[in-house]
């Protein structure tokens, strides 16, 4: 049996997270950053994620009070090329925060949403979220993880997944960074995948303020990190490796894995990531099994678009003439 190195949970999560916020790794606190009358975006993970959105929303919307208004504030569900959650599954995630201030789905799909931003590394298009790029001050949220593509998540990630039109663009805007899955062993630097992302958000996401945690096996926290995005995300992924990873001294033949059940297992695109951490243990030509519910299918909403099956390098919807 191979797992991670079991940490109990945080005592008072909501006493940590809001220590992260008041005393961050790097820049200033939170309400620092924060004036009357400005407009604020949080962004949160989606419906396959564990992030705690119920204990962490709660408390940075806290920490805005006698600052800005609700009705200045939107939370953006950071949703890629998912589909979006339901109004139950909003309320599942928030609680009473969805009656408090504005909660949308980004979808990538929705022209209306996206704000065309050129073209970046090349061959890469820019397009965001046009309520992210149009907030005065802009926090991200999530937890951070092991990720087959990107090294970790969360960090960076949290803008990069969330807003780019991937709709008719898919293949162009990640042909360049695709190729390979991210090397073992949670590679950040020189991983072309993060570098894109990491240079993409630097260029045209900028991010204010980031609050990432740490999980343990049973979805709880177990630490808590704020701050400027790449401190920040810098010391949650030095603490997450240390929990997450164990070192194996040979291969199996078969390799039993999962995707950690609930919610992260809701299809088996997202299953794909536990495949991934087993076929770095098994033996050449061995077996892997993968249990995973999968109840909502393959899923159907990332291969919706006219590029997905255009040849690189440039599919026509992405002719330098024409960003739409």
């Known amino acids: 049996m191979v797992e991670p190195t079991y940490q109990p949970p945080l005592a008072d999560p909501s006493a940590a997270l809001r220590a992260a916020l008041r005393h961050p790794v790097a820049g200033p606190p939170l309400r620092d950053l924060v004036r009357p009358g400005q407009t604020v975006a949080i962004s949160m993970c989606d419906g396959t ?14 920490e805005l009070e006698g600052i800005v208004r609700p009705e200045d504030v939107t939370v953006l569900v950071a949703t890629g090329t998912h589909r979006g959650n339901s109004p139950a599954e909003l309320r599942a995630m928030l609680g009473d925060v969805v009656d408090d201030v504005r909660v949308v789905n980004h979808d990538a799909r929705d022209d209306d949403q996206l704000e065309w931003l050129g073209w970046h590394d090349g061959d890469v298009p820019a397009l965001l979220n046009r309520t992210w790029l149009a907030s005065d001050v802009r926090i991200t949220t999530g937890f951070v993880e092991p990720h087959f593509f990107a090294g970790f998540s969360g960090g960076p990630k949290m803008v990069r997944r969330a807003w780019p039109a991937w709709r008719r663009c898919w293949r162009c805007t990640t042909r360049p960074a695709s190729g390979a899955i991210a090397p073992p062993g949670g590679v950040i630097e020189g991983n072309p995948v993060h570098d894109s992302i990491r240079s993409l958000v630097d260029a045209h996401g900028r991010v204010d303020f980031a609050l990432d945690v740490a999980l343990n096996r049973d979805q709880e926290i177990v630490a808590a990190f704020g701050g400027t995005l790449g401190p920040m995300h810098r010391a949650a992924t030095a603490a997450v490796r240390t929990l997450s990873m164990q070192p194996v001294g040979h291969r199996f033949d078969v390799v039993v ?11 088996l695109y997202q299953a794909v990531k536990g495949m991934s951490a087993a076929a770095e243990v098994v033996k050449p030509g061995g077996s892997i099994i993968c249990a995973a519910e999968c109840r909502d299918g393959f899923p159907t909403t990332g291969r919706t678009g006219r590029c997905w099956r255009r040849p690189p390098p440039r599919p026509r919807c992405c002719a330098r003439s024409s960003p739409a």
Do not use: K, W
């Open 49 to 62: 994620r564990a992030q705690p959105r119920h204990l962490m929303i709660p408390v940075v919307l806290e």
């Open 257 to 267: 894995t999962s995707n950690s059940g609930y919610p992260l297992d809701q299809n």
